[in-house]
């Protein structure tokens, strides 16, 4: 006894049998009912999701002898025909073998006659984005004007490759992959009639795998049932599949999102000494990763994964225990370490250092956080400490008189941030003490080296220092960004600053910290100045325009600030998302 494929003995022959594109189907049943058929028709869909056999369907409906609204009748002459394959009016081209512009002209010869014994002439022609270019032309002048006896069915699972001029002359049905509920109650369904038992948990692992497309979801039921028998076993699936059970990748999130290294490794190993794919498995994990993410990001993750409902909650209840910051930086890690183990002839190394990279990783803070602490640190510094490093950013000027126009040290100018990368060395001057503001004019040229012959009041040069201190000692992250200005220039009624990187000035010209800063500035230097903040490299005498910073410009000087870089590495971070703005605190 020959064996059927299932895919073979399970294909539909009506529209009712047809899985899982009903829309589809009752656009055809209606076209058909109200004598609507187009000429040619045009199928489009991944593997495996019933293409030709809608196309065969709705061919064996437009032939079929029995004239009720339940057609094909499957009974009549016609329809026995097409089902077994012998039907003289159905013509069934595979496009990828038959795509020269010779075959397209045999087969117009063909079409010129009427049909032999059924009322249309039918050509299925399959995998048709596979024709020439001149094939395509030469079909192209008889969809232009089909006889009223033929008609055309394509099939294609790459819609984009078929000319816009075939497409415009086609009906268009593109066929959905079959849901992953549909698919498991489908092999449910044969399973049972095939006489075989088979749990739930398996049958889904089973849809999974056939990520929508039934016949290949048919052909793995095949071989499990011939491994397996009538009885077969979550393990038998497993095997055949060559998948790692639901439950060890399970484990070995809880493990790595608990830090638990040793864990992580134990579980590897066991699956490892099983004998599993390696890259498969790491393939596989990145996708119990990506679910997770989903589960917390997503409002509804059941639409985007395809699982049951209690998977859908061991998903949830896991990705509860972290935020979505570490499960984003988790399933990065472990995507790194799967493009890696391409490359690698170890990977098994490669994946086991993932493990320790993610564990050791930890969890992410939340850059808010960071900076909440950063602010308290900053607010909190006693800045007269010499060893402070925000003593030492501020410039050395006691020990030798810095030349006026370069006060952080001769020649080049430094990237305004470098300082705090490369501490120098000397620190034992204190430079500033935080000030309450003094409205007194006079006599506060002391600390300052630089010949002042007749200052009045403080200067914005060599107070500058002072000024940031003062400002340090009522906001002191605004401090922090106006040191990356270097220092001020006074330009009459206005104080400029500069920054090299339009997102510190962003930040600096927000409504309220620039009401601040003015005050700050017209109280310390007591002057009427209006505060001015410019991207270097940006015209001065231009009016700088507010709106000029390019958001992506922005976000890419601020991934790529030495600050943002250095923070990287203390933590072992990587720049997520970078958001501009007000700031929400
Ligand atoms: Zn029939």
Request: proline residues 5%.
């Amino acid at each position: 006894m020959s064996y059927l494929v299932l895919a073979r003995k399970w294909r539909p022959q009506s529209f009712s049998d047809v899985v899982g594109q009903q829309s589809v189907v009752r656009t055809l049943q209606n076209a058909l009912q109200r004598n609507r058929v187009a000429h040619a028709m045009l199928f489009s869909g991944v593997r495996g999701v019933g293409k030709t056999t809608l196309a065969r369907i709705m061919a064996k409906a437009m032939n079929c002898e029995h004239d009720g609204a339940e057609v094909p009748c499957n009974n009549c002459r016609s329809c026995q025909e097409i089902t077994a394959g012998t039907a003289i009016d159905l013509h069934e081209i595979d496009g990828a073998s038959n795509r020269g512009i010779q075959e397209i002209r045999e087969l117009k010869e063909n079409i010129r006659f009427f049909p032999t014994s059924g009322r249309y002439k039918i050509i299925i022609i399959d995998e048709v984005h596979m024709l020439t270019t001149e094939a395509f032309n030469a079909l192209l002048k008889t969809l232009e004007e089909p006889p009223a006896h033929v008609f055309f069915m394509f099939a294609t699972t790459e819609l984009h490759k078929i000319p816009i001029t075939i497409l415009s002359r086609c009906q268009r049905y593109e066929l959905k992959r079959v849901a992953f509920a549909e698919l498991v109650a489908f092999f449910g369904k044969i399973a049972k009639q095939e006489g075989v038992s088979i749990s739930e948990r398996s049958l889904e692992m089973i849809a999974r795998e056939a990520e929508g497309s039934v016949r290949d979801g048919l052909s793995l039921l095949d071989q499990i049932f011939s491994f397996g028998g009538a009885e077969v076993g979550d393990d038998d699936v497993v095997q055949v599949l060559g998948l790692v059970d639901h439950q060890v990748f399970a484990k070995l999130a809880r493990a790595l999102l608990a830090g638990d290294l040793a864990g992580c490794l134990d579980i590897f190993d066991k699956g490892y000494g099983a004998g599993m794919d390696l890259k498969r498995f790491a393939n596989d994990l990145l996708g119990y990763f990506r679910s997770l993410l989903l589960c917390k990001a997503a409002k509804q993750p059941e639409q985007l994964l395809d699982v049951s409902d209690h998977e859908l909650a061991e998903f949830k209840e896991i990705a509860a225990a972290a935020s979505q910051e570490t499960l984003y930086q988790y399933f990065n890690l472990l995507l790194k370490g799967v493009e890696e183990m391409q490359y690698s002839s170890r990977p098994r190394m490669v994946l086991e250092m993932a493990f320790i990279r993610a564990t050791q990783a930890g969890r992410v803070v939340p850059v808010a956080d960071l900076l909440t602490r950063l602010d308290q640190l900053l607010a909190g510094a006693d800045f007269s400490l010499p060893a402070a490093p925000a003593a030492v950013m501020a410039p050395p000027v006691t020990a030798e008189p810095a030349p006026s126009f370069a006060p952080q040290g001769g020649g080049a100018r430094p990237h305004p941030s470098a300082p705090q990368v490369a501490p120098q060395k000397k620190t034992e001057v204190i430079l500033e003490q935080p000030v309450a503001p003094r409205s007194t004019t006079a006599g506060h040229s002391v600390g300052s080296p630089g010949q002042k012959v007749g200052a009045a009041g403080k200067q914005v040069r060599q107070d500058w220092d002072e000024f940031i201190g003062y400002v340090k000692s009522r906001k002191a992250w605004m401090a922090h960004v106006l040191r990356l200005s270097g220092v001020g220039r006074d330009e009459g009624s206005e104080l400029v600053m500069k920054f090299d990187d339009p997102s510190d000035c962003s930040v600096m010209q927000e409504h309220d910290n620039l009401k601040l800063i003015n005050e700050f500035a017209q109280d310390f230097f007591q002057r009427d100045f209006k505060v001015v903040f410019r991207v270097r490299g940006v015209k001065d005498d231009g009016e700088q325009g507010d709106d000029g910073d390019n958001p992506r410009e922005e976000r890419r000087a601020l991934a790529n600030d030495p600050l943002v870089q250095m923070t990287n590495e203390i933590f072992s971070g990587q720049v997520g998302n970078v958001r501009t703005g007000p700031r929400s605190r």
